[in-house]
């Protein structure tokens, strides 16, 4: 019902070979050393420094990762490294034949994956499962984000930030980045000697070319399992591991008096592997709405992203393989919080407690819902994982929430284990038990399990998965249970190494959804698919389902089609598409009928210059009775969204929403001064109209608010 992969600057990152793939680069067979340097680099991009070529770790042996498989780059680049007592040092000098057609922007931050970028990859633990991504373009603009691989399956947190130093220049021969990435920016054990796994890449957009050090193999699965190892031997300094972030935050509704916050975030790391996060009165409010979605005709509630920041750093340690057992979203207002998060040896841990004033039991009236106001939780979770055999880990979590003599607790375990980087094996087995309204469920259980081979040209798995009718995890996001579903896939790929043609892949998936108890079947399934990877950001993807979906008592049997494309070879120009047409179920409870309907959507950003982005976001769908027959509704959703980059720090942004199914229109304008992660300024400006019985738009309501943080570190 909406467009389900949106192509937005952060989420281009999720389609990419090296943000979402499983493929993986060459090992380095020597551990290489970083020396220390003899004094600070300016980090202005310039490479005029000699401490570069006389004093720094030089890498030049950079191949192909797309195209083709270890094949010669088009373009030379150079990497350096080296540190001092604070800092690590990287730069770059990235060759290139046509200077004048390099994409660079001047963006706001973790904004400029179009553009031609360097990249690094620290996996400081060497686990070969997650790493700090630091990416800068030409100018300088930073992106930084958390790459998590686990279970065979790979994806980036791009909502992580962090504190860095860079500065890009073009020149006649290409450009040039250098970088200082603080130690106290970062976590990793407490030794003497730092061995870390270390990944650098570049990105050519024009050509779809990505290279990368050191060399991939398509046979291995995972990017950091084969990574260079490195060494830093002295002594490193993190500061005094305390940072303190004043809020202020300063909110004029209309018909109202001015509603002033004033709150803090704390952090002290205890030790370079453990930090404590404390809040009080955080600042959650929303710089940017939520993008709007697709809520008509919905048989579940929607997911909306975590945006708010203390929610959102550390959260890669509460992932899960399958069921969702914590989505922060369900803590609505909290007036306090605290988190401890770190890693010991093999032991990975998070502790999340937070204090709500305003919950809400259904996952419906989460987003903009029905607020219970007059009660408050206590939200208390427990996570833990630890290492186990090689780049696998078994894990143990505990969730509990209580209001007012009411209860939800979930506990259980998981694990993810990858033998010979060919196999791959996935579980979880939890349970809850749950008060309300004085009446108590025993345990309630949960349990997911799979399994997958995987080769270079081919790849299978089985997976099986139940949910107790009793079932109910009120910190996580589980909107279904009552079932038993089990299923198995399967993909064949080639890689023709094309300029244009890197990757076919087919796929084919089957299953089925009986009652928990195994009463009657509730869906079945049985889906097709091509995958056209034409460059590593351009790709197709079309797929045909033959499904039975069991709602109210009738099992409706129903064919569709979909296709989803996302582009980038137009440098100003960047779009995504998605469509899928077929039979379509009304979700009415007192009349349910098989329709047919169509969903569409479009996401396309213009860049007319280096500064400007006009972005439009359009979702669509048509219901009608049947093919061919009366239409019931048509329901469109526009976001228009502008934004001017004055310079790397200040930046204008204005969003237009329009919902033409309900009639309304928001309207948001905001200005932005952000001199580095934490320490901002937000001057913003929100409005709603919706149109009246004499088809006029209305004010309904408007918001002023300024919000200021400084970020301070010792």
């Known amino acids: 019902m909406q467009m389900r992969r949106k192509k937005t600057a952060a989420g281009l990152v999720l389609v990419t070979l090296i943000f979402g793939s499983r493929f993986a680069l060459g090992s380095s067979s020597e551990r290489l050393v970083i020396p220390k340097l003899s004094h600070a680099p300016k980090i202005d991009g310039v490479l005029d420094n000699p401490i570069w070529d006389q004093e720094a770790l030089k890498v030049e042996n950079f191949l192909q990762l797309s195209p083709k498989e270890k094949g010669v780059p088009s373009e030379k680049t150079s990497a350096y490294l080296g540190y001092d007592e604070k800092n690590l040092y990287i730069a770059f000098r990235c060759f290139d034949s046509e200077v004048k057609k390099l994409r660079a922007s001047v963006t706001n931050r973790d904004n400029c994956i179009d553009d031609d970028w360097i990249i690094i990859f620290l996996d400081t633990f060497n686990e070969k499962r997650r790493a700090f991504s630091f990416f800068v373009n030409p100018l300088g603009i930073q992106m930084d984000a958390i790459r998590m691989e686990e279970g065979g399956n790979d994806n980036m947190d791009t909502s992580w930030d962090t504190v860095f130093e860079s500065g890009g220049k073009i020149d006649d021969q290409g450009y040039t980045v250098e970088m200082a990435v603080p130690f106290k920016s970062l976590r990793f054990p407490d030794r003497e000697e730092k061995i870390w796994n270390i990944v650098l890449g570049r990105n050519i957009p024009r050509k779809g070319e990505i290279i990368i050090w050191p060399e991939m193999s398509r046979n291995i699965p995972g990017l950091l399992t084969q990574g260079g190892q490195f060494s830093i031997p002295g002594k490193v300094v993190r500061g005094k591991n305390l940072e303190v972030m004043p809020i202020a935050t300063s909110l004029k509704r209309e018909g109202q008096g001015l509603d002033f916050q004033p709150g803090v975030n704390l952090k002290y790391g205890l030790s370079s592997d453990l930090t404590l996060d404390f809040t009080l009165n955080p600042d959650f409010s929303h710089i940017e709405a939520d993008a709007p979605q697709i809520d008509v005709n919905l048989r579940y509630a929607l997911r909306y992203p975590e945006k708010r920041p203390f929610f959102m750093e550390g959260m890669e340690i509460f992932r899960f393989p399958e069921i969702e057992m914590v989505y922060t979203r369900r803590i609505i207002d909290p007036a306090a919080g605290v988190k401890a998060t770190g890693k010991i040896g093999r032991l990975t841990y998070g502790v999340l407690s937070s204090y709500d004033t305003s919950p809400t039991e259904s996952l419906w009236d ?122 198995a896939s399967t993909q064949f790929n080639l890689y023709p190494d094309k300029k244009f043609l890197n990757q076919v892949n087919f796929g084919l998936k089957l299953g089925k959804r009986d009652d928990y108890f195994g009463s009657a079947a509730q869906d079945e399934y049985v889906r097709a698919n091509l995958n056209l990877r034409f460059t590593e950001f351009n790709r197709a993807f079309i797929q045909f389902e033959n499904a039975m979906e069991k709602y109210e008592g009738i099992n409706f049997h129903k064919n569709s089609l979909s296709l989803e494309a996302e582009n980038n070879i137009i440098a100003w120009l960047p779009f995504g598409l998605f469509f899928e047409i077929g039979d379509s179920i009304n979700y009415d409870p007192d009349d349910p009928f098989l329709g047919w309907g169509i969903s569409s959507g479009m996401m396309l950003n213009f860049k007319p210059s280096k500064r400007l982005v006009m972005g439009l976001d359009y979702s669509k769908s048509t219901f009608w009775e049947t093919r061919g027959g009366v239409r019931l509704w048509d329901y469109n959703v526009i976001r228009q969204r502008t934004s001017y980059q004055l310079s790397k720090t200040l930046s204008l942004r204005a969003i237009v929403d329009y919902n033409l199914f309900y009639d309304q229109v928001f309207g948001s304008f905001l200005v932005s001064y952000v001199l580095r992660p934490g320490t901002v300024f937000f001057f913003g400006v929100d409005t709603n109209y919706f149109q009246n019985d004499f088809r006029r738009f209305q004010r309904d309501n408007y918001n002023v608010f300024v919000k200021f943080s400084y970020w301070w570190r010792a």
């Open 366 to 487: 989460v987003h903009g819902g029905v607020q219970n106001t007059d009660q408050n939780a206590l939200f208390n979770i427990v996570r833990l994982k630890t290492d186990v055999f090689k780049e696998s880990y078994l894990g143990f979590c505990l969730t509990d929430k209580e209001i007012d003599g009411t209860f939800n607790r979930v506990a259980g375990f998981d694990g993810q284990f990858k033998l010979k980087n060919k196999y791959f094996i996935n579980f979880q087995a939890i349970g809850s038990n749950t008060r309300f309204e004085d009446k108590e469920t025993g345990l309630a259980p949960a349990l997911y399990a799979d399994f997958y081979y995987f080769t270079k040209h081919w790849g299978a798995g089985v997976f099986w998965e139940s949910i107790h009718p009793d079932f109910e995890a009120a910190s996580g996001f589980v909107n279904r249970t009552d079932y038993k579903t089990y299923g």
